[in-house]
């Protein structure tokens, strides 16, 4: 006959439940109790079932039992729940990007949302077209899920979250002629906010849901709330009477109605969707590709090249970090030519004698040994 099994103190041990034929099994973790079914009707291999588990919380890498039980669909619900506490001004944007998410992981345990299975849905994702930039805020929703998980408790690590590669550093850009050839084309109600972008640099949402509140012509201000800004920091824009930003507020102004807040709107009410007008007249003026935010980068570039300090230009358009605003401030070809021209001019310059003579040793700091020797 085997003797029976010595019991050391934290091994844990095994328990039935009234009515159930498997073993149940009760240890401690970090203190806590963990009680988990074996799925064994066989004690010998329960034990080992606890044996194993035991083992992996003496070594470090167990979860805790609540956290084995945690599913996709609660990892969803604290990302939510934390939006709304924090009163993200994106979590309008949320359900669309957390849809793909659903369809691949709903019902699935959290633990077993590897890092293999997220680089497999990236794949996956990539192979139906979705672009990459798409992609990687589908991921960053998820690692914040993880992230939110392990911070309250229900998990005790995160798994590794790939990030893919994104040529995102777009290049458009509309020089002033372009822009009003564009502009003439958009219809009227959208010609008011596509000037003040270009002008301004700011976002598009910055521009659509300006409300008049925070506009004072007798000063020439309009003042951006931090609730309104991306990088959370509230703005001032200051401009004379007659500059083009009071030009185009005076003109907002003489369509202003009682029934909308909105400095820009279309016939009172807000400014949903511009895409379609948009396609339209910047392929009728060849601008097909044109984007919105292709007006951010115009306007840095713009002030910059207007002799505008960075400093300022960059308090206009609100970038808070130099290394973007040096991003958007583009060189294109006609910069490229202007400086060939400026050196060629500087160089024949320095070569030319008082006479306009090129003499060939005026301003020289080096001479040959024969020319030294005439001296």
Known sequence: MKPPEEKLRGDGYLYRRPGSSLWWAKYYLNGKPQRFSTGKTDERQARVALRKRVAAALSGIAAPESARRLRYAELEKGLFDDYKVNERRTLADLPRAVAPLRAAFAGMKALDITTARIRAYAAVRLEAKAAPATVNKELAALGRMFTLAVRDGRLMSRPIIPKLHVENARTGFLDPAD?????????????????????????????????????????????????????????????????????????????????????????????????????????????????????????????????????????????????????????????????????????????????????????????????????
């Open 179 to 375: 822009f009003e050839a564009f502009c003439a084309a958009l219809p009227d109600y959208l010609r008011g906010p596509a000037r003040f972008a270009y002008l301004t640099g700011w976002r598009k949402r910055e521009v659509f849901a300006m409300p008049w509140r925070q506009v004072n012509l007798a000063t020439g201000s309009v003042r951006l709330e931090a609730s309104q800004s991306k990088n959370g920091q509230a703005r001032l824009l200051a401009f004379g009477p007659d500059s083009e930003i009071a030009r185009v507020l005076a003109d907002a102004g003489k369509q202003r109605r009682l029934d909308c807040l909105l400095v820009f709107h279309h016939n009172g009410r807000p400014i949903r969707s511009h895409y379609g007008a948009w396609r339209k007249a910047a392929t009728a003026t060849g601008l097909g590709g044109l984007m919105l935010h292709d007006f951010r980068r115009s306007a840095a570039r713009n002030l910059v090249r207007a002799g505008v300090p960075e400093r300022v230009a960059m308090a206009v358009t609100g970038h808070k970090t130099r290394a973007i605003f040096d991003r958007y401030n583009i060189v294109n070809e006609a910069d490229l030519r202007e400086a060939d021209s400026k050196v060629g001019a500087y160089v024949r310059e320095r070569a030319t004698d008082e006479t306009g003579h090129n003499s060939g040793t005026v301003g020289r700091k080096v001479v040959t040994l024969q020319e030294a020797a005439k001296v």
